[in-house]
């Protein structure tokens, strides 16, 4: 054998082994990275338990249960799952090609997937995350979508839970319908990563068509006419018709839906309005009624307290002359009128017994006459040219009052 043939069969011989070595090692089912803000457990079949509180790497097969704190996995394609106090999930392959597919056995989930979708198992139903949701497993299991598109999956029934809507599937239970509206806390720290403007804009949204509401009587403010009165932009609007109007619904829920269909970009007018009134009336709060619709905080706001400006004086700018509030207000002045005076009471005669045997007589004590008292010292105004001079012509008629003999 040549020497060449020898040196190229000797390098072979040392390339295939490092080579079969380097495929080994990256077919290592690789699941992702955890990051430990406290302290979780993790386990896999065939070895023991142990505890982390860092970063480490995650492999498929691996179990995480979060015991203090919070932890973040990352996945492939720039996906994540956020994990808090009780989430107890284990990192499965989907198929042959070993795609991660995630199965929450316990406790809350946030999953953060953007573009590239991801299939989270559940009690044997999956749920398909496009966007950002939050998935809870307890006596039943929650979906609820922040961002973008959820659908729920179960024994062949399909459900899509779009943003700001949640869906549950009970343990035992039918499949549901339809989505409801988010339900939120704001003590949730994932609530109030997301849905915070949306719940401070309910709270204001609902105090101003609360107080609205509550300056009209029963029957008033709930005509078609009575709003285009109050928004100039209704009025102007060709596809609002008196049918948009409900004689049932409470004129703060009119004046505040309006304002959002107003501001809204979705859709047509009509479309607006019917969506705006449609979620409100599943019981979603007005703050996830603007969400809903693209709306901001500033520009509804401004919307809104025009049309209340516009609205019954006594909410808008105080009771109008002559009007008497609702309100009643201790610090209003008295009325103005003709003076009235009040009589004086006089002392009654009192009649004085002597001793016995003596003559009885009669003393009158003279009634008691109010006196308007006159302030003396010099005048002091704060002017000094007014009070020197009115001092100085006072206190030459007190002399000369005096040597007259009548002071």
């Not at 803000?37 to 070895?47: L, M, N, V, Y």
């Not at 970063?55 to 704190?69: A, F, H, I, K, Q």
């Not at 019954?312 to 008295?334: K, Q």
């Amino acid at each position: 054998m040549s020497r060449s043939r020898w040196a190229f069969v000797l390098t072979a011989s040392l390339v295939l082994p490092l080579g079969m070595a380097g495929c080994t090692r990256d077919s290592t089912p690789v699941a992702g990275r955890i990051t430990v803000d406290g302290q979780a457990e993790i386990s896999r079949p065939g070895k023991d338990r142990r505890e982390l509180s860092g970063s480490r790497r995650l492999e498929l097969g691996d179990r995480v249960r979060v015991l203090r704190g919070t932890a973040v996995i990352r996945l492939p394609d720039d996906r994540r799952l956020e994990l808090r106090l009780g989430t107890d999930v284990e990192l499965k392959g989907a198929d042959k090609a070993r795609l991660v597919r995630p199965d929450l056995i316990g406790g809350d989930l946030l999953v953060v997937s953007d573009d590239a979708p991801l299939t989270i198992q559940v009690s044997g139903a999956e749920v398909t995350v496009r966007g950002d949701a939050r998935i809870s497993r307890g006596a039943a299991l929650l979906v609820a979508t922040y961002d973008g598109m959820t659908q729920l999956s179960s024994d062949g029934s399909t459900l899509a839970v779009p943003a700001l809507r949640q869906a549950a599937l009970p343990a035992t239970g039918r499949f549901p319908t339809t989505a409801s509206p988010l339900e939120y806390s704001p003590a949730d720290a994932w609530d109030q990563r997301y849905l915070s403007d949306a719940i401070e804009l309910g709270n204001q949204l609902a105090a101003r068509s609360e107080g609205f509401t509550a300056q009209l009587g029963a029957t008033e403010g709930r005509s078609f006419n009575y709003f285009r009165d109050l928004f100039p932009r209704l009025a102007a609007e060709p596809a609002f018709a008196p049918s948009f109007v409900s004689t049932s619904r409470a004129p703060g829920e009119t004046l505040v839906g309006a304002a959002i269909a107003l501001e809204g970009t979705r859709g047509t007018f009509a479309d607006r309005w019917g969506a705006v009134f449609a979620f409100r009336d599943q019981g979603a709060p007005w703050g996830l009624v603007a969400a809903d619709q693209g709306v901001r905080r500033v520009p509804v706001l401004a919307t809104v307290e025009g049309a209340i400006s516009r609205g019954p004086s006594a909410f808008a700018a105080g009771p109008a002359s002559g009007t008497p509030s609702r309100t009643p207000n201790s610090l209003a002045p008295p009325r103005s009128g003709p003076a009235q005076t009040t009589p004086v009471p006089t002392t009654p005669p009192t009649t004085v017994r002597p001793r016995p045997g003596a003559p009885t007589t009669t003393s009158t004590i003279p009634s008691v006459v109010p006196t308007t008292s006159i302030p003396t010292g010099p005048l002091n105004t704060g002017t000094p040219l007014v009070d020197g001079t009115v001092n100085s012509v006072v206190d030459t008629l007190t002399g000369l009052l005096r040597s007259l003999g009548q002071l």
